[in-house]
């Protein structure tokens, strides 16, 4: 599949102000080409290697977890490349990883996958396993199965194409489990994957404007980040505190 950076929609620079300083440091560069993909270059690392730490997808860009909603087409490591190259149903075709240091080599994992009518995946194998995927009787996803040397270790259920849970399967008899909430409009609005703390989100008519990580004993908030979006809606500061609303860190955004 081709990746189209051949027009630039906007390009996003990140800056970590320093709370005691107040010194700037530029921590991302975001481009998004009309295209649909994003090119994310991580400045702070400082990485004078060949490469460099860049990432390159094609998806929704996410304030959430930071990153794009859909796998990497292609992942910088300093050292080297690695590439996917996708089929027309933007499911991954081979993986490509090419070696510079400390000697020239070429790694393809070909992908082995399944389809059932309509383009949808009965599975398909990526360079942790296999993926199982089943369907409700209206054809949606119901539950995704990942296999490791034939070894079940995770299971993903979804409800009206939302996650609801992941849960890991193990030796013992704990078996551990993620789940998610979602509001009205399928936005996130609690998700649990600790087994002291959970995540809760808010929202405004941007965006999101607010996630707090809570300790589940005393159900008292130890962590938040907040948002800031100018009047036309597009994000110009992120702050992220600590416990006794600390000011941890501080981000500002500007664009082109």
């Not at 994000?235 to 000011?247: G, I, M, P, S, V």
């Amino acid at each position: 599949m081709k990746i189209d950076t051949s027009e630039v929609k906007s390009i996003r620079y990140e800056w970590n102000i320093d709370p005691k300083t107040k010194d700037t440091t530029l921590w991302t560069k975001l481009t998004e080409y009309k295209s649909g993909f994003f090119y994310e270059k991580l400045e702070f690392l400082k990485d004078t290697s060949k490469f460099g730490h860049f990432f390159l997808s094609k998806g929704k860009f996410s304030e959430i977890s930071n990153k794009w909603s859909s796998k990497n087409y292609e992942a910088g490591m300093g050292n080297g490349i690695l590439k996917t190259y996708y089929d027309n149903y933007q499911n991954p075709d081979s993986i490509v990883l090419l070696k510079f240091e400390p000697e020239f080599k070429r790694i393809t994992t070909t992908i082995e996958k399944k389809y059932k009518r309509n383009g949808k995946l009965e599975f398909i194998s990526d360079l942790d396993g296999k993926n199982y995927y089943k369907y409700n009787l209206f054809g949606k996803l119901k539950r995704i199965e990942h296999y490791r040397d034939s070894v079940l270790y995770r299971i993903d259920d979804f409800k009206n194409g939302l996650l609801i849970s992941e849960t890991f399967p193990t030796r013992k008899k704990y078996r551990k489990k993620f789940t998610y909430e979602y509001n009205k409009k399928g936005q996130l609005i609690i998700r649990d994957d600790d087994d002291y703390h959970f995540y809760r989100y808010e929202y405004n008519n941007f965006g999101i404007r607010k996630i707090e990580k809570v300790y589940k004993k005393k159900n008292a908030v130890v962590e938040y980040t907040v948002f800031e979006y100018n009047e036309n809606g597009i994000l110009k500061r992120k702050k992220e505190f600590a416990r006794n609303d600390k000011l941890r860190n501080e981000f500002y955004y500007e664009y082109k």
